[in-house]
């Protein structure tokens, strides 16, 4: 049986990119939980703004991300604004790429 | 996707064709402005180039800045075939100054302006939280409707109806010429140059710069990642300017010396938005600008000269002359080319790529690495047709002040270069449509486990 880890999803997840900001999904902090069932990977995730109209081409893209990692065979990807997204929960490589300050 | 991109694809060809014009015919800047040639080249930036991107963008960008669905599509297709039939009509027509076709393609155009405010009107209905974009766009919608009325009741009254007198035709007919006679009777109460400015100023503030201010209050922040710092600032300019338009509209009518005051109204209106912009920015938390946003911000300042302008011309027996004649024509062309269609290029280099990357790259995204927005338009580009049209600009209302039309002319090229810079980057997103760019993913893959 192949062990999927959070570390896996995360590196996967790099793969879905913010179209307008440039920068993927968990450079960017958006990503606040990622949970493993066995072969069930659920994440919880936000955006950048409320209303943002790539919301839905983002949380699909995340959801067919998932499915691309060995052992994944369901993936369900949730969108919340609470707590809304803070520029201090990006990563310095995140800051560097979109030129967003955390004050 | 595609109805947006064909209004805009639209309004783009009629900047090409009516910047060319002016290249061509730059004596229509070097002259005053009330001629049939300029009221045709006026109609053709004001409703091929600035309404067909601002309707095309607004079925986009209102379901989207105000968070709810278009209310009808096919309206709004509809809407788009009696918007290019009404406005080619109209400039065709102005061009030849047949007032009576003029009336005819414009009753097209007014039914299609129709059919886009009843769409609008209810797509604001689904909103689920009403905030001063939706009250500057329902105002806009007010505005544009009571422009396009106006509009119509000019050619009414430029229309002779002696053809009529001894036609034996049906009730209905009757009627109908009865009621344009009673219009055209009530229009020549009313100096013709004045009903002209005071159409043009229900467009040029009440539909353009209204939409200007109120969807900025919404996609500034969202661009910038920023918020509204004040919105008793934000609803007070809203409420401002539309006391000051309904002011300047009466008093240009009429001729009044309250016009000044009115103006002054509608400066401090612009003055607190401008507060406000700076103070939603300051707050911005990408500190980065990018040149959609720098296009913008440009047009936003150049209200400056635009307002200063409105106050010098509003000014009581301010005498008409040659040089205030073409101070006038300076107010037009920086207003529309200037401010209008500058904010509107900058939010073109964010509708555009939108359009495109939801079109041909929203499903495979998580499939496949997918450009950015910002990967499918050339930025040294964006810089280029920025200064290029900037100095046009400036070169042109030079040029105008002192009715040169050689100046007029340079000028204008290099705005035509501007526009050619935008003319090539739209191609260029556009051909992402045929010749996607996408890269396989390089994904994770877990290590073999051990049989053992």
Known sequence: ?103 | MALPLAFILTGLLALCVGTGWLVLQPGLLATYHYNQNVIAVTHLFVLGWICSVVMGAMYQLVPVALETKLYSERLARWQFVLHLVGFIGMVWMFRAWNMKQVGHFGSVLALGVSLFVYNIARTLRSVPKWNVTATAVAAALFWISFTVTAGLSIAIAKCSYDSTEGLATADGVRTLTGGLRLVAGFMSRFDALSTMHAHAHLGGVGFFTMLIVGVSYKLIPMFTLSEVQSKARAAGSIFLLNISLAGSFATILLRSPWKLAMALLGVVALALYGWELVAILRARKRQTLDWGIKYFLTAIVLLFPVSALAVVLSWPRLPLNTFTGQLENVYGFLGLVGVVSLAIIGMLYKIVPFLVWFARYSRQIGRAQVPSLAELYYAWLQALGYWTFLSGLAVTCGAAVFSSEIGVRIGCSFVALGIATLAFNVAVMLAHLIRPKTKPLTLHTAPVPNPA
Request: aromatic share 4%.
């Open chain 1, 1 to 103: 049986m192949i062990t999927i880890t959070e570390a896996a999803i995360l590196e996967t997840l790099r793969q879905v990119v913010d179209p307008e900001l440039g920068c993927n999904i968990v450079d960017l902090g958006l990503i606040y939980s990622v949970t493993i069932t066995e072969a069930k990977v659920s994440v919880v995730m936000t955006l950048t703004t409320p209303g943002c109209p790539m919301h839905e081409s983002i949380r699909r893209g995340a959801e067919n991300a998932l499915l691309n990692v060995d052992g994944v065979k369901a993936a369900e990807v949730k969108v919340v604004w609470d707590p809304p997204w803070q520029p201090s929960m990006m990563t310095e490589f995140g800051r560097a790429a979109t030129g967003v300050a955390i004050n």
